[in-house]
């Protein structure tokens, strides 16, 4: 398995601020993600980090408003930039682990809040 | 593009009854995952399903999986109250990692 941590854990930010979060896990790992969750939502991916590389994203997220660091194998940050309460989400990072990498793991979460 | 979806999405029920959660994939996936969140939590996992016919049982909670039918179960066997929450259903962009989840079904489970 992996363990994940994740902070913070929750933050209120004013509208036009940018909030980064860290995700640290306790092994290495080639990937590593990024998903939002909207208010009484399901999970949607932002991006993938790949050590090494830049990082890849999913249809509707930009670099400009998710900038992502992945500066070794245990490490990423996600930045929500210039932020509006439409922001407002759990932000979770996630890994593969086990064998072939079927497990996912998931951090504790962000609970990030826009005013 | 890949798709999958859950039902119901709400579901309440009283304690000791049966019930069952669908989901259903669009497209071939290597493994099927199911979630569970409690409010203002992050996601435990309870199941990865990796082949058809695959069953796997925890507790109260069996799922299975029919990949010709692009199909799984999440059967919930003599509910209590301890079970509610939202489960979630995902499988995996075949031949990578990242996930496509459900909608998710909000479960509540009444004394």
């Known amino acids: 398995s992996a363990v994940i941590s994740q902070k913070p854990s929750r933050d209120i930010c004013q509208r036009g601020t940018s909030l980064t979060i860290q995700c640290q896990v306790d092994?290495?790992?080639?990937?590593m993600f990024w998903y939002r969750q909207q208010p009484g939502q399901s999970l949607t991916l932002i991006a993938t980090?790949?050590?090494?590389?830049?990082?890849?994203?999913e249809s509707g997220f930009v670099i400009d408003k998710f900038p992502i660091s992945r500066p070794n194998l245990t490490f990423s940050t996600l930045t929500v930039s210039n932020m509006s309460p439409e922001d407002s989400s759990i932000y979770l990072c996630?890994?593969?682990?086990?064998?072939?990498?079927?497990?996912?793991?998931f951090g504790q979460g962000t609970r990030l809040t826009v005013v | 593009e890949l798709k999958v979806e859950q039902n119901p999405l709400f579901l309440s029920m009283q304690e000791g009854k049966n019930y069952t959660i669908y989901c259903n994939y669009s497209?071939?996936?290597?493994?099927l995952y199911w979630y569970r969140q409690d409010p203002g939590k992050s996601l435990e996992s309870l199941f990865v399903?990796?082949?058809?016919?695959a069953v796997k049982q925890e507790g109260r909670l069996m799922a299975s999986l029919d990949t010709k039918a692009r199909l799984s179960t999440l059967h919930i066997t003599a509910a209590v109250h301890d079970l509610s929450a939202t489960y979630f259903c995902?499988?995996?962009?075949?031949?990578?990692?990242?996930?496509?989840f459900g909608q998710g079904t909000r479960l509540t489970i009444n004394p």
């Open positions: 996630s890994v593969g682990a086990g064998p072939l990498f079927g497990e996912a793991f």
């Open positions: 092994s290495q790992v080639t990937m």
């Open positions: 980090a790949n050590q090494g590389s830049e990082a890849t994203y």
């Open positions: 497209t071939t996936s290597d493994r």
């Open positions: 399903l990796l082949s058809n016919g």
């Open positions: 995902a499988v995996n962009t075949p031949g990578a990692q990242k996930l496509v």
